[in-house]
């Protein structure tokens, strides 16, 4: 079955640095997707990464999905405050009809 | 606003009641997913639905059934409740059934078993 690990768990950096975020899965997937959760509400879908090489930018993020070495990547330019909030990866697999979460990455960026 | 609406917002109930949370998703989309997010806790996945027929089960508590009507709207029902059932329940909506199409998020219910 397919098991999604994400890292850091917790990130806390300055306004102004890059970082990234990892998502590893154990076996093939067919489609990748980041989200963004504010404290108690709601997922927001961020981008959707449908094959190998892909690339999506949206403001300061932006993710790849390189799916050989089974990674995907949601990369941090210049972190302003607003980014502060818990990122989740998840992958599905055609034909097992559901999606299985990383455990989100608690981003804090510190003003 | 995504589309997918979820009532009540907000369940406070007590130990071995019985509560059930509707899920209405977007216009179009026939797969309803039910989510628990425990505090600080990822998302676990318990049941999908794909034009009122079950296709996936997850870590769902025998306690717990699901069922989606044929307006697409779908309901969760948990049973015999339990402090630990205390929790956020997402449902999401998407427009296929094969666990691979863009999902759209609901609000939640915040449930709280006392």
């Known amino acids: 079955e397919l098991k999604v690990e994400q890292n850091p768990l917790f990130l806390s950096m300055q306004e102004g640095k890059n970082y990234t975020i990892y998502c590893n899965y154990s076996t093939t997937s067919d489609r990748l997707y980041w989200y963004r959760q504010d404290p108690g509400k709601s997922l927001e879908s961020l981008f959707v990464l449908l094959s190998n090489g892909a690339v999506k930018q949206e403001g300061r993020l932006m993710a790849s999905l390189d799916t050989k070495a089974r990674l995907s990547t949601l990369h941090i330019t210049a972190a302003v405050h607003d980014l502060s909030a818990t990122y989740f990866c998840a992958g599905g697999i055609s034909g097992t009809y559901k999606y299985i979460f990383g455990t989100g990455t608690r981003l804090k960026v510190l003003a | 606003d995504s589309g997918v609406t979820q009532t009540p917002k907000h369940l406070i109930t007590a130990t071995g009641q019985r509560v059930t949370l509707r899920c209405s998703p977007r216009s179009g989309d026939l797969s309803v997913y039910w989510y628990q997010q425990s505090l600080d806790q990822g998302l676990q996945f318990l049941i999908h639905?794909?034009?009122?027929?079950?296709?996936a089960k997850g870590n769902i508590l025998e306690r717990f059934s699901a069922q989606q009507f044929p307006d697409l709207h779908s309901e969760l029902n948990l049973s015999s409740l339990e402090l630990g059932d205390s929790a956020l329940y997402f449902c999401a909506s998407s427009v296929n059934g094969l666990g691979t199409g863009e999902q759209f998020f609901g609000p939640g219910t915040r449930l709280t078993v006392l």
């Open positions: 639905y794909y034009n009122g027929e079950e296709r």
